[in-house]
């Protein structure tokens, strides 16, 4: 018996890739250090999980497929506090960013339409884009300087009749780019002069650390029909588990075939939405803690790279990762390696080779992904760890 075709293409995601090595090194008695997930260690806010006990209904009933009205009216609320109006049925609530995403593509592109993206991008786009047919042509990106946009006229010269749309992370994940003004408005008028939509993934809104500021998509009025932002409660709140996240636009036509795609799969998880509008409900000065939290290791990591030999990477200045130029051939080679061979009293580093962020060919080869998400004494082994791993990798491999 055959599987679909459409399945057997997917590919498996390079922040999973080397779990079968991690799995048999945690037999084996080693501890690893999760630098290669975007899964925080930050406790969830208590008032989700006493939402949930507070909840005392004798059925646990599908929602509306549009999502709970009072977590929508909450999220309305948190817009406005950016200074951003929607109407409750330019919200749409979905099953975690991940449900967005998908969505929002399903409804733009017919098979074989074309999807601009600044790469290195977040690998698991591509899950959507393989199953949807869709083709990404990427904008290339260097680490060199901090990942920003090119030209206009280069990106200019790769839409072509069946371009549909610009996406990207903002900020970025995997590259922690956070885009400047300029940047946007000339996204904006590239999409305004081709009709173009433009997909603003802004998952990791709050994490932005330094001097930039935040921008919205949303922030472009003459942009609103053509603006789809995606949304999500699992790095905001630290509650990747809850799986909760929205669709948010302003094209009326856009949002009917969301909405009929949503009431597809009935409901999102009703008892996460409960929690997840008590969150919404939290003060916003819960963010000062956790953002100095994430800066803090920001800057441990990038103190820690900076001072070993032969490593490259430009500062993060948004969400939680980081793409890290090695000196090695292989940045996989060297990661299953620290799994399966390497260890320092018994522990070692589990990356994310940074290949499979890219879709242009033999680029990425000797970077890896370091997500920031553990807390700071980890942080500080794992980069011991890396360092010490990656002198004896060089003298045993590449002398
Ligand atoms: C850029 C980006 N977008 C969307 C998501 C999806 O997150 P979720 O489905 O948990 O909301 C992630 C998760 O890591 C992400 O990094």
Redesign the pocket.
Known sequence: MELSKRVLQLKTSPVRKLVPYAEEAIKNGKKIYHLNI?QPDIETPVEFYDAIKNFKDKTLEYAHSAGLVQLREEIQKYYRNLGLNYSLDEILITV???EA?YFTLISLFDEGDEILIPEPY?A?YNSFYDLLNIKVVPIKTSGDNGFHLPEKSEIEKLITPKTRAIMF?NPG?PTGIVYRKDELEMINEISKENNLFVIS?E??REFIYGENRAISFGEFEDAKDRTII?D?I?KRYSA?GA?I?CIISKNKEFMKYIYKLCQSRLSAPTLDMVGATALYEIDNSYFIPVKEEYEKRRNILFQELSKMEGVKCSEPEGAFYSIVKLPVKSAETFCIWLLEKFHVNNETVMLAPAEGFYKTEGLGKNEVRISYVLKSEDLIKSMEILRAGLIEYRSLFEK
């Open positions: 975007g975690g960013g991940s995403l977040y698991n992370s994940n993934d998952v990791y995606i999500s699992s990747c799986r996240g």
